[in-house]
């Protein structure tokens, strides 16, 4: 069994944000409510690249016709390990297209929310087609397929590409229009009926309307894998974190409890 003691100073993990700025706010929050503080030491620190210039992931990967954001994501995770951080993190799942070449720029642990979901996925719904509520950019790059495939998980992408991209661009720019809540809504439906187990939150904006998707479908957001692992890797200091994210945000329960082997939190209804 690993040590679970606390580390007498947390890690500090640095994140390479910006993509989208709200999403990245929400990242950070959700890693502060996953903490059971006595004290605001007894907290992650972060040191956070909000940095909205990253290039279009969307124009780099379904356009074909923008700048590679790789750089500018390598760039970011040279500086952020030379400002301190520990390990690094990117509340992007898009942008892990990108993966390697932002663990190419460091020596730091890189905490890949891909391979984490992934791996929590495997552990508890084995076999199961996963639909995938993301952009349109993780199909194009493949982003989870090979590692699902390892896993024996299948990846069950959206017929209305559009609606998403769509609801994602909306989202970028105003997270309370209600248009961007039913298209998702709608394309989760879709996934459920064309056979999905459950449906993965694969966009960190659309981790903004998990607790209105979970209400219509079994729901695992990928950002609650990457914070927890988050929290874990800083606090306890494991060399190969795994997120030991399990719950699953059921429909009509009125949000759900998120267990860790560090803490327990409890998501608003």
Known sequence: ??????????????????????????????????VSANDDRDHVPL???????????IEALIDGDGADPAPVLAAMATRLEAAGAQALVMPCNTAHAFS?????????????????TVGA???????ARIGMLASP???IARVFDAPMTQHGLEPLYARDEA??????????CDTTDPSANKSALDVARSLRADGADLVLVSCSEFSLLTPALCEHAPVIDSLDVLVEATVSF??????QPRAAQTATHEPGAGGA??????????TAP
Do not use: C
């Open 1 to 34: 069994m690993p040590d679970r003691r606390p580390l007498p100073t947390p890690r500090t993990i640095g994140v390479l944000g910006g993509m989208g700025p709200q999403a990245t706010v929400q990242f950070m929050q959700r890693v502060i409510d996953l």
């Open 47 to 57: 040191l956070v690249d909000q940095n909205p210039q990253v290039p279009s992931r």
């Open 100 to 116: 390697p070449e932002v663990r190419a720029a460091v020596t730091i642990p890189f905490l890949s929310m891909v391979e984490l």
């Open 121 to 127: 996925l495997a552990a508890t719904h084995p076999g």
């Open 137 to 139: 950019a993780v199909r």
């Open 163 to 172: 609606a998403l991209l769509g609801a994602i661009r909306t989202l970028k």
């Open 234 to 239: 800083s606090r306890f200091g494991a060399g």
């Open 257 to 266: 409890t998120i267990q860790s082997a560090s803490t327990t939190r409890e």
